[in-house]
């Protein structure tokens, strides 16, 4: 059985333990009437059989989940011939694969060989009496746990404290699981950036102003150089940053003020929720306005003007990237406006200010800590932008601060070096995640300065 669907039954079969834990802590008081003799609310010990049904479950079927697969691999290959369990990892992986395509349909069994369709027979065999074995013994598990939660019940159970224990638990573990998972993605990436820079000195990546990561076949091949300076990446990735800011800030910030400041609330009540789907438009949709209007767009006007722009230009790529962040500056300065109090607006009208002064000498200097937070966040989002870049920007890696020209960005190369066929080890797809720490210690680097800044600044108000 699927494991989405062995889910559902233990989903199923915590709900019927919620309502049988429910239904005899009313008996145990004599039905509703009694229910203040309870410890804790009916709700509370249903709540408990529920928990100790599902948890011991879900736990036990993900690790059979995890582990059957490498059991099944295990078995599979240890059935193999021996001439076939001579053969090296490296060809042993191969056969497996072969054997992955046969059982997804992807290759027909005639056209396999004797030993892949032998695999594919017995691995077909042993997934599906893993399947089965593990919803069985997950369901048992959970039946159990049930009743041993429903046994315990008794008017003098502190259901709501075990309840509120378990879930303690368990939200310090999703919080360990994130933890977790950050401190991963920081090895890994460091990891091979470390590969890396023992291949290509850490002064040329950071300092080199060529970038050609594809290595050469030949001596004299000049296109495939293999050069890794960086510069033209950070240069670019600038540049467009500072457009997508200086496109944003201002719309996003002025269009705050107004709807905090001086719109009424219908208008409000309208405009706000329609800006913030900015927000919700998917990338792509962006890239795609980008390159098919923006861009030809430019380009017609700079050749009125008599200005050479490309159809694939920083400013096209910085000006969409700009209109798709404005919900990020707008929503955070508003919400930084309105937590102002009235009160100081009013100490200001007492004092004779008109509303555009206590805007401006106030209410901005009070809420000023949280807007430029909301800026770094926002140009932390701007910084990672990908598919924008890709579709309006180009892959040309140039040194250069011309917003009419093609560049490219760090995350844009990233994406380029990771596609393909190349080798995992070698300096072009390293290079990948030397660019990837590069990111992650900016974007870090600003978000820690936008938390500093609305912390150290950050007005008290009663």
Not at 208 to 226: E, L
Not at 430 to 451: K, M, S
Request: proline share 4%; hydrophobic share 55%.
């Amino acid at each position: 059985m699927h494991f989405s669907a062995v889910l559902v039954l233990i989903l199923i079969l915590s709900s019927v333990g919620y309502q049988a834990g429910r239904r005899r802590s009313l008996s145990a008081v004599g039905g509703r009437l009694g229910a203040r003799n309870l410890h804790s609310l009916p709700g509370y010990y249903g709540l408990l059989v529920a928990l100790w049904c599902a948890i011991p479950a879900v736990v036990l079927l993900t690790g059979w989940h995890i582990a059957g697969d490498r059991i099944v691999v295990a078995s599979v290959l240890a059935d193999l011939p021996a001439d076939v369990r001579g053969r090296t990892a490296a060809e042993q992986g191969l056969m497996l694969n072969d054997v992955r395509n046969v059982l997804a349909g992807n290759v027909s069994e005639a056209d396999a060989s004797g030993p892949v369709r032998a695999a594919a027979t017995e691995w077909r065999r042993l997934d599906r009496l893993s399947q089965i074995s593990g919803t069985v013994v997950a369901l048992c598990v959970g039946m159990l746990g049930a009743a041993l939660a429903w046994r315990r019940i008794n008017p003098e159970l502190r259901a709501r404290n075990s309840v509120e224990s378990i879930v303690e638990v368990l939200l310090i573990g999703c919080a360990g699981v994130a933890i977790l998972t950050t401190i991963g993605i920081i090895i890994s990436v460091l990891y091979e950036a470390i590969h890396f820079f023992r291949l290509v000195p850490i002064t040329e990546f950071l300092f080199g102003t060529k970038w050609s990561p594809q290595m050469a076949i030949r001596a004299d091949q000049v296109g495939s150089s293999g050069a890794f300076g960086a510069v033209p990446l950070f240069t670019g990735t600038l540049l467009i940053a500072v457009i997508a800011m200086a496109v944003s800030v201002p719309i996003g910030l002025f269009s705050a003020i107004y709807l905090a400041e001086y719109a009424d609330r219908r208008f409000r009540a309208i405009v706000k929720p329609l800006l913030e789907i900015l927000a919700g438009i998917p990338t792509v949709v962006y890239g795609f306005f980008a390159a098919l209007t923006v861009g030809p767009l430019l380009s017609s006007v700079g050749q009125t003007f008599g200005l050479t722009v490309s159809s694939e230009s920083a400013l096209s790529a910085g000006l969409v990237m700009g209109v798709m962040i404005i919900p990020f500056v707008s929503s955070l300065s508003d919400d930084m406006i309105t937590s102002v109090p009235q009160s100081l607006r009013d100490g200001a009208y007492a004092l004779g200010a008109t509303r555009s002064e206590t805007i401006r000498n106030v209410v901005l200097p009070a809420a000023l800590p949280g807007i430029v937070g909301g800026v770094l966040l926002a140009a932390s989002r701007a910084i990672g932008e990908t598919m924008i870049v890709v579709m309006a920007a180009g892959l040309s890696a140039k040194l250069t601060a011309n917003p009419f020209e093609a560049v490219t960005t760090v995350t844009v190369q990233i994406v380029t070096l990771l596609v393909g066929d190349s080798e995992f080890d070698s300096p072009k797809t390293l290079a990948a995640f030397a660019l990837g720490l590069v990111l992650f210690v900016v974007t870090l680097a600003l978000n820690v300065v936008a938390l500093r800044v609305v912390r150290k600044y950050r007005e008290q108000y009663e």
